[in-house]
């Protein structure tokens, strides 16, 4: 009798379950794009460049960010990593532009113009990756989104 109880209890429990499942709506990505990048600090083995990123909601709830963290490829070459506690929201359906700093070495630089040097185009693509922070307890929502871009200065002739 124990046994039959058990699963008429789980089979209640499972149709319940499955009447809610309406509450339970998916969450989109956040998509991020490259505004503007600007030099900060230039030393001899390290940079840093102050990003200007667009962070767009795509949902129908605001996007609580508590911060991010992010790498950033430049030709599909790792060129940049960053993390940012900036506090922020995002209203559905709607964009913000937020201010990070990302670090590089002197060798993703390097490699950077010796790739342009070798193509001898000005045109060059991006993918920006990782995760933004959001809500509390805080939820990981990871970004994957890429771009192309044009490099300030041309290659010499």
């Known amino acids: 009798m124990k046994g039959k ?3 008429f209890c789980l089979l209640i429990l499972g149709s319940s379950l499955t009447g809610c499942s309406g509450l339970f709506r998916t969450i989109e990505p956040p998509r991020i794009n490259i505004v503007n990048v600007t030099p900060k600090e230039v030393k001899l083995f390290e940079q840093v460049f102050d990003l200007e990123l667009r962070v767009q ?3 129908e709830a605001a996007l609580e960010i508590n911060g991010l963290a992010f790498e950033l490829e430049i030709n599909d070459r790792r060129f940049a990593t960053g993390v940012s506690n900036e506090k922020a929201t995002v209203d559905p359906f709607s964009s913000l532009v937020i201010h990070v700093q990302a670090v590089t ?3 993703g630089i390097l490699q950077q113009i010796a790739q342009l040097q070798r193509t001898g185009t000005p045109l060059g693509t991006y993918r920006i990756k990782g995760a933004i922070y959001s809500g509390s307890p805080s939820v990981k929502l990871p970004f994957d989104n890429s771009g192309e871009f ?3 200065v041309g290659p010499a002739k």
């Open 105 to 107: 070495s002197a060798w």
């Open 150 to 152: 044009k490099f300030p």
């Open 57 to 59: 909601n795509p949902n």
């Open 5 to 7: 109880t058990l699963w």
